[in-house]
């Protein structure tokens, strides 16, 4: 394939990513599947070696409590983000399926929050019944 | 490329919310993409519920226990000259599958631009670097068994639930990786023979870059939850 036509395909599709959604999902014919500039796979990937070693950095100095628990959530989030986003493309992907992928896994939000409660109910049990 | 209209033999389809109706209701395929991709998926969400069924139990066990946890951060310490430094080695790992994820996303790339060389190469090196991870988690376990006394029903250090949660969560993760490579030599392989000119399609090479980016995911979480927290 010629590489000039290719990146310049690439970059005009770029430009219009999320409005024009279908040609990111386009995978018949020649210009198929998910053409990005390699910028872009750079770029993310700079950016996922800063926030692991921002991480990486809250445990080696030591911060504790609401901070750490706030900065380890918020980097791991960022991280989420920027690997499906990205990496595996859900960025350019139709809404049918980014609802259809990305919905489904909240809830675990309610399965989360009741195992905190029954977690937190047996701890005080045990507490009660063993350590008093 | 404006005139690509035809997706699968489709009129070009609506944006937005619409579009989420016109996909569902339509009388065509929902997901106007390779079904590989669309079954990668839907596996990648079930592989989702099992790895957050683990933590979640992990959050449990770790909120309900009497006995105190043990410090991750100590428990994984390295000695380098002397002085500890803590989570080294799992700094390191992390630093490693996520350079594999940057190598596969390239991969991905050129597999779209029809170079096989590059694209062979680059799916390689990831396999390469998760066998590596592999190894440096096989290390680890046998420095948490041999030397530290872990076992899956009690520890030295602290709440006997540490052990189970580690080596489910953490071996789990780590037959994802070997697993993994095993798919990304099989694939790299066809991608050298030239099975995909031949099939006329890289998509093959994406839905295996779906699941290795997966698996780096998992490992975000893990390192966070398991030994960040």
């Not at chain 1, 020649?30 to 991480?55: C, D, K, N």
């Not at chain 2, 770790?62 to 500890?84: C, N, Y």
Request: net charge neutral; with cysteine; aromatic share 14%.
């Amino acid at each position: 394939m010629n590489d000039v036509t290719a990146s310049e395909t690439v970059q005009a599709h770029a430009g219009h990513a999320t409005a024009d959604q279908g040609h990111g999902t386009a995978t018949q014919g020649h210009g198929e599947g998910q053409q990005h500039p390699l910028r872009i796979y750079l770029w993310i990937w700079a950016l996922l070696f800063v926030f692991s070693t921002f991480s990486y950095m809250v445990d080696y100095f030591q911060l504790h409590g609401l901070l750490r628990w706030s900065l380890i959530i918020l980097f791991m989030l960022v991280k989420a983000g920027l690997i499906v986003a990205i990496f595996m493309h859900m960025r350019w992907e139709r809404l049918a399926l980014k609802f259809a992928i990305l919905i489904p896994p909240l809830c675990l939000l309610i399965l989360i929050g009741l195992m905190a409660i029954e977690g937190a109910h047996t701890f005080v049990t045990r507490w009660g019944a063993f350590v008093r | 490329m404006a005139q690509d209209a035809s997706i699968a033999g489709q009129p070009t389809a609506a944006p937005g919310l619409g579009g989420v109706a016109a996909d569902w209701s339509g009388d065509k395929q929902a997901f106007p993409v390779p079904w590989g991709k669309v079954m990668m998926w839907i596996f990648l969400l079930s592989d989702t519920f099992i790895f957050s069924c683990f933590l979640t139990s992990y959050m449990n066990v770790r909120m309900s226990t009497t006995a105190t946890w043990p410090d991750p951060s100590k428990v994984f310490q390295l000695e380098i000259g002397g002085h500890p430094v803590p989570l080294l080695l799992i700094a390191i790992m992390t630093m490693v599958l996520i350079t594999s994820s940057g190598t596969m996303a390239l991969a991905v790339n050129y597999g779209y631009r029809r170079d096989r060389a590059k694209t062979t190469a680059l799916m390689l090196a990831t396999a390469a670097l998760g066998a590596s991870f592999v190894s440096m988690q096989a290390f680890e376990w046998h420095k948490l068994i041999v030397e530290e006394g872990v076992r899956p029903w009690g520890n030295p250090m602290g709440a006997p639930q540490f052990g189970s949660a580690f080596f489910m969560i953490t071996g789990f993760h780590g037959l994802h990786v070997s697993a993994g490579v095993v798919y990304l030599s099989v694939v790299a392989r066809r991608v050298w023979t030239g099975f995909y000119d031949r099939k006329g399609t890289y998509e093959t090479v994406e839905v295996t870059g779906l699941y290795w980016h997966f698996v780096d995911l998992v490992w975000v979480f893990i390192f966070a939850f398991f030994y960040l927290w």
